[in-house]
């Protein structure tokens, strides 16, 4: 069972268009992640939730827009889709507080816009 | 803002031989959690160790020890005999101990191992 997942794991469309990204943890965490990693590797924090809540939001352009419908569904929508917004894209979960800490990541979106 | 810096953007390491990857970072809190994480090139993000501010004692998973020099705000990894599958980019990472905190990575290091 896998514990972060996101769906689709490859995207590749033209720009202008809209698409989605899906993403949903069993780990029973409370708090979850958007992060993007760019073409040299780089990641970055985009946005994150906790219980449904938004706790994190970036410097990020509203045509992006994460949507957590319940604690364990994160989903980011892009409007208006640009050449710049070509990435991976991790959702990732983490408990709330104390020991360990880390994120657990699912294995990234690929976005390509034409 | 904390800030995570990998001074090398790429190593290489004879197989079976040891490589230390090194990290700083910039914070001015006390209690915070350090990590490496693994990217191969399947893009997974691999959990390889952790380690927490306030232990002295620095984390060691099988092949993998840290050096954490908290004073000096110095983290670096280290792996000994390497194997081919060791091969990836790895990312040096940072957290503040509260509640719904992010993870602040470096740039990362491509490691090589040569055969």
């Known amino acids: 069972d896998t514990a972060v997942s996101q769906t689709p794991k490859y995207l590749v469309t033209q720009m202008g268009n809209d698409k989605s990204i899906k993403c949903e943890q069993n780990l029973g965490h409370d708090t979850m992640y958007w992060y993007k990693q760019d073409s040299k590797k780089f990641l970055k924090i985009m946005f994150s939730y906790n219980n449904k809540e938004l706790i994190i939001n970036e410097t990020v352009p509203n045509r992006f827009s994460p949507k957590s419908p319940d604690k364990a569904h994160l989903n980011l929508h892009i409007n208006s889709l640009e050449l710049g917004d070509s990435a991976v894209y991790f959702c990732?979960?983490?408990?709330?507080?104390?020991?360990?800490?880390?994120?657990?990541f699912g294995e990234g979106s690929r976005l390509t816009v034409l | 803002a904390q800030t995570v810096t990998q001074s090398q953007p790429e190593m290489s390491v004879q197989e079976a031989e040891t490589v230390t990857l090194s990290c700083t970072y910039d914070?001015?809190?006390?209690?915070?959690?350090l990590f490496w994480y693994k990217q191969p090139p399947s893009r997974q993000m691999i959990l390889v160790i952790r380690q927490e501010a306030y232990k002295q004692q620095n984390a060691t998973e099988n092949r993998f020890s840290v050096n954490f020099q908290k004073a000096a705000k110095s983290f670096s990894l280290k792996i000994s005999d390497s194997q081919l599958g060791d091969a990836a980019m790895y990312f040096c990472?940072?957290?503040?101990?509260?509640?719904?905190?992010?993870?602040?990575f470096g740039t990362g290091t491509r490691l090589t191992i040569i055969p």
């Open positions: 990732a979960s983490s408990q709330d507080r104390g020991w360990p800490g880390e994120l657990f």
């Open positions: 990472a940072y957290r503040r101990s509260r509640f719904g905190e992010k993870l602040t």
């Open positions: 914070t001015s809190e006390s209690d915070y959690y």
